[in-house]
């Protein structure tokens, strides 16, 4: 008999996995509150890169942290409650950016954004959603040069694994962006690293491919599961029922309170970011020089990243460390904004109020893939930080091998569960 899956969340990580037990042969029914890609999945900068093979709790981090905890940096924030409330899961994150914790991390995430390479260059064809993605790279830029060397870890990393960068001069800068303005001294051009015109839909084409293949996707605010009869059974807040042989939880930021109504204790933090969309210009302010941007950039020295998309140019910040539902502050954008309205002509912002996501992270920053500890036939997949629109695909094959049987440890072992979260409480 063919067996049955529930895939709870539709991001880009649930959507992936959807899509690739769907291929193994199994019947899949897709969950989520909204439709595909409208959570976490929308906020992102829409980077397919193997630049983030560097979390942020790497060894850099340890001479940044007397800057960092002043609390009025671009690139993270922080709430002191949160802090206090999750003092176990910071020192762990912290205690993972020694060398030793660093390289295991950056070596599993860089094998899992290759696995999603290729498997997104396949999904995307058979999506026929090329229109949304081009290949130009992107750009890491440094406004002086210390900023440029004090880089250099990151750089040095990049080179061991082998990415393919290229150093730009000031003028290589002006060359390649005519609509950036002259206050970068050094940059660094990032070329095997791909770009999504519009996140969300890309993982709407996905959705879209699933539901082709007959899979089923359902919207529902889902309350609850519990396990009988060697099913699985899903509940809705309307009282709507799902059940299944096998269930996969990829609820990103969600999971940890939904699996805790299961007994499960998920040690998960929450990095917040925000986003704003500029209308851009053709034209600079009473000039004649271009001010688009053709490929993201990120101002290292400023802490936020740039990326020209279908609803203008996409200002991302960097990490606010903050309960899940906290009151929005703000004030990293602003500063965002004043730093990037230094570097092109932003225009207008477009969109009525900045977008917040919560981007899910685990101490060691790489995700949960694999069977939940001591429960049969659920699965979990979620805690990918930053990196979910990236690493979708290359999750959905490690889990889809796991649930047919056919892990391969090597892959699987970095991404375990059980190395944060234990058997469920009765």
Known sequence: ?????LVCGAGMVGTSIALELQRRGMKVTLLDRREPGLETSHGNAGIITRTSLVPINNPMLWQQLPKLMLNQSASMRYKLGFMLKNTGWAIRFLLHARPSAFERTAKALFDLIELSRSEHARLIKEAEAQHLVQDDGWLFLYRSMKDFNNAAFLRQTYQRFG????MLEKGDIAAMEPGLKPIFEQGVWIRDTRSIRDPSAL????????????????KANLAAIE?????WHVKASDGEHFSADKLVIALGPWSKDFLARF????????ERGYHMHYSGSGRGEGTDEVTELSRPIYDVSAGYVLAPMRGGLRLCTGVELADIDAEKNFAQLELAEASARQAVTLGERQLDEPWMGCRPTMPDCRPVIGAAPGQKDLYFAFGHQHIGVNTGPGTARILADQIEGREHKLQSEPFRPERFIRPRKQ
């Not at 993982?203 to 359902?218: H, M, S």
């Open 203 to 218: 993982v709407q084409a996905y959705a879209k491919l699933f539901v082709t293949r007959d899979g089923t996707l359902a």
């Open 1 to 5: 008999m063919t067996e049955s899956v």
């Open 263 to 270: 007994g499960f204790q998920v040690p998960m933090g929450y």
């Open 227 to 231: 396990q009988s009869a060697d099913r």
């Open 163 to 166: 990415l393919d960068m290229q």
